[in-house]
Every structure is written in structure tokens, then in C-alpha cells.
């Protein structure tokens, strides 16, 4: 029992963080008949710029739970198409002829999403959600960890208390406090390039969709969210610094040279308070599991952000350990066996969209963030022409990034009717 604290609590699934991973995970097994605790340490979800999109699959499963007609009910945009404009080349992705229900991406604040799930969870008597509630470590007997430690910040005492649990799931993203207690290093593969993130208004006449200019030496992406454009401005890794100190208009300049259109409304962006930095990340861990603990989402295979996949690779591995491990869950028996099924059943998708991340690096982003070639003409990556001329190729493409490899569906025990 830890110090400070008057009594060690118990669950039987604790969930450390209550991101998109953490909140499905939550609510699939409460359907389950799971007792299960998700702990955010935050008060509330709204955090700004974070992953945004909701991909064809994950609007499948949300009208597998019951929830498809809640998610119509929010605030959202949708995207169907996608333009790409790459080194002189162009690729225009139509998700208009996905299978399924949904031809489309939506665009939600991740806040409204979060809040949606969680409530559908809090409905169930075996689901609580601690907010405010902070892991900062790990309980283990031995070499198995039977749960974890945990700081309320509503409690003006501040002390660290212990949760023991059958199993832990750390949903806590790339820098896991779960993973760091358990002395685990993912394996980094790199990336050229980091991110600013700022808005700019949109206009009712403007070009719709998403879409993307990727230059010798600038990239950005602007993502149509009715009306603002929330732009993801592409720098060479490590230089937020340098360029900052070159002041607001330059970046003001590098936005028009690619996106003139933008050049009556981009002197709104006054300073780089309004830039935020994205410190790009694509890693994985060699083994996601030990006895008593498990990793999903971004703690076991932080994602780069081109395609926007990592959202919907999140969820699809809380719908996979859900159905895995519910069963288990309930008896009280889960074995390291079990937790090895869950990555072997996730491995396969995960690799498959990190090797196109790593290959979309190297190929395409390292040649736009590649400052000595700033204003050259650069043939288009062959791969770009080839889908710029291949209907097959880009209809392949948009499927993985709106669908993806091996998509999850909910388990028969969590279905509802809308």
C-alpha cells in the first residue's frame, strides 16, 4: 500500500489514459460485464489540436455500438476527397466508392468524441471513469504488475494512492508513463519532418475537401473544417527553433508561395503563439505485453501523422483486446498467452501502415522539407505519377486510409441498436 493512503482500492481492468483507445476499450468491456477504471489525468478532454479524424471503420463500429446516431448529432465535417499536390504531380483520392456505409472521413473535435463514448460507457454499472486521476507508476508482485499508483488532483493533499488491478492497460500515449515505470523503449524509426499546427479562417467559396502542396523545400496541408482550415504546416525535424526566430512573416510568406488563395486572410496570423509544434514520432515496441500489463495505441506503435491513421489504428486495438481479453477478463484469468493474441492479432496492420509511413518519408517528405533544394523544380516520387495515372492504385490507397488492413468490428455482447 502506498504511502499516504488509507486503503488500496481494486478493479478489475485498469485503463491508464482516456484517450480514444482508452474510452472504447472502457466501454467495450463494461459491455462485457467488465469492471473496468479509466484514468485521465485531466479534468476534462479539451485539448486542442489533437487527431481530429474519425475514419471510415471507426464510424462503421460507432454504428455497431449504437452510437452512430449520437455521432450525427455532433458537430462534424466530411470528407470525401482528398487532393494532393507533390512535386509537380497531383493524386486525387475519392472515398466515394468505399465498401460499407461510409464513404467518407469525418472531422470532430476530439473532445466532442471523447465525451460521446464515455458517456455511452458511464451507462454501464461496471465502467468509472476517474478524471483528474494521474498514473505515475506501477505496482508489481513480483515480476507481475497487479496494478498501479495514482495522484488525484482534486485532492488538495496530493498524496499517491495504489489501484490494484488484474490487468493494466496503458492507453497513455507516446511518452507512456506505464511504459517509462516499466523501463521499455520503443524502437524509433525516425522521421524528416515536424509539424506546426494554426488555423486560418475558411471562406463559404473555398475549395473543400482536404488537400495538400508538397514543394522542394515547404509542405502543408490544409483540412477543411467548415469554416476554418486547420493547417498542418511541415518543417525539417528539430528546427521549430530556428525558424521561429525567423519571425511570423516568414512563415506567412512560405504559406501564400504555396497556397496563394490564402493570401487575403493569412496576416490573421499574427504570431507564433498561435503555432503549435507537433514533435513527430514513429516508433514501436518489440513486445507490447508482460504479466499483468498490456500496451495499445500510441504506447506501443506511436504513428506519424501522414494518412491521419492513428486514431483509427488506436481503436481498432482496444476493439480487438476487448474481445480477446473480455472473456478472461471476467473469470479473472488472464495469462501473458492471452496478451501475446492481442498483439499478434494487431502486429500485421500496425507494421503494414508504418512501413507506407516510413516509405512516404523517405520518399515524398524528405524531398519537401529538404531546405538546400527550397525553389528547384523536383520530379514527382515515381510512385506519385503512377497513382496519379492508376484509378486502381488510388482507390487502394484511399481504402487504407479510411478502412485500413485487417479493420475491427464490435463483439456481438457490445452491439446496440441505434
Known amino acids: 500500500m502506498s504511502a499516504g493512503s488509507s486503503e488500496a482500492r481494486a478493479t478489475t481492468c485498469l485503463v491508464a489514459g482516456g484517450g480514444p483507445a482508452g474510452v472504447v476499450l472502457g466501454l467495450l468491456l463494461a459491455r462485457a460485464g467488465v469492471d473496468v477504471t479509466v484514468m485521465e489525468k485531466h479534468a476534462d478532454f479539451l485539448r ?97 504488475v497487479v496494478g498501479v499508483t495514482y495522484r488525484d488532483h482534486a485532492d488538495p493533499a496530493g498524496l499517491v494512492r495504489e489501484m490494484r488491478a488484474e490487468l493494466t492497460v496503458a492507453c497513455d500515449g507516446r511518452s507512456s508513463t506505464v511504459r517509462s515505470a516499466m523501463g521499455l523503449t520503443p524502437r524509433s524509426f525516425g522521421a524528416p519532418m515536424d509539424v506546426w499546427w494554426f488555423r486560418l479562417p475558411r471562406r463559404p467559396d473555398d475549395p473543400s475537401g482536404l488537400a495538400g502542396v508538397m514543394r522542394a523545400g515547404h509542405a502543408t496541408i490544409m483540412i477543411d473544417r467548415g469554416d476554418y482550415y486547420q493547417i498542418a504546416y511541415i518543417i525539417p525535424k528539430g528546427s521549430d527553433t530556428r525558424l521561429r526566430a525567423e519571425g511570423i512573416e516568414s512563415l506567412r510568406r512560405a504559406l501564400i508561395g504555396m497556397v496563394p488563395w490564402i493570401a487575403d486572410r493569412a496576416g490573421q ?141 464490435a463483439p456481438g455482447y457490445a452491439r446496440r441498436r441505434g
Open 269 to 409: 496570423l499574427t504570431s507564433f503563439d498561435d503555432v503549435k509544434l507537433l514533435d513527430v514520432q514513429l516508433n514501436r515496441l518489440r513486445r507490447w505485453y508482460a504479466d499483468g500489463v498490456l500496451f495499445i495505441g500510441d504506447a506501443a506503435h506511436a504513428m506519424s501523422p501522414v494518412g491521419g491513421v492513428g486514431i483509427n489504428l488506436a481503436v481498432a486495438d482496444a476493439v480487438a483486446t476487448a474481445r480477446i481479453l473480455a472473456g478472461p477478463l471476467r473469470s479473472r484469468r488472464v495469462s501473458t498467452r492471452r496478451l501475446a493474441r492481442v498483439q499478434l492479432r494487431r502486429w500485421l496492420p500496425t507494421v503494414l501502415l508504418q512501413s507506407a509511413q516510413r516509405l512516404i518519408h523517405a520518399k515524398v517528405i524528405a524531398a519537401a522539407v529538404a531546405e538546400d533544394r527550397a525553389g528547384e523544380s523536383i520530379k514527382a516520387p515515381r510512385a506519385v505519377r503512377l497513382a496519379g495515372r492508376a484509378v486502381a492504385l488510388r482507390r487502394l490507397v484511399g481504402y487504407l486510409v479510411a478502412i485500413g488492413p485487417l479493420p475491427e468490428h
Open 48 to 144: 486542442d489540436f489533437r487527431g481530429d479524424t474519425v475514419h471510415a471503420s471507426t464510424l462503421q463500429l460507432l454504428d455497431e455500438l449504437g452510437l452512430g446516431a449520437k455521432f450525427a448529432g455532433i458537430p462534424h465535417r466530411l470528407i470525401s476527397t482528398i487532393r494532393m499536390e507533390i512535386q509537380n504531380g497531383t493524386v486525387d483520392l475519392d472515398l466515394t466508392r468505399l465498401p460499407g456505409a461510409h464513404q467518407h472521413i469525418a472531422l470532430v473535435p476530439q473532445w466532442d468524441f471523447l465525451e460521446m463514448v464515455a458517456a455511452a460507457a458511464e451507462a454501464e454499472p461496471t465502467f468509472r471513469l476517474l478524471r483528474s486521476t494521474e498514473v505515475v507508476g506501477v505496482v508489481r508482485d513480483g515480476n507481475r
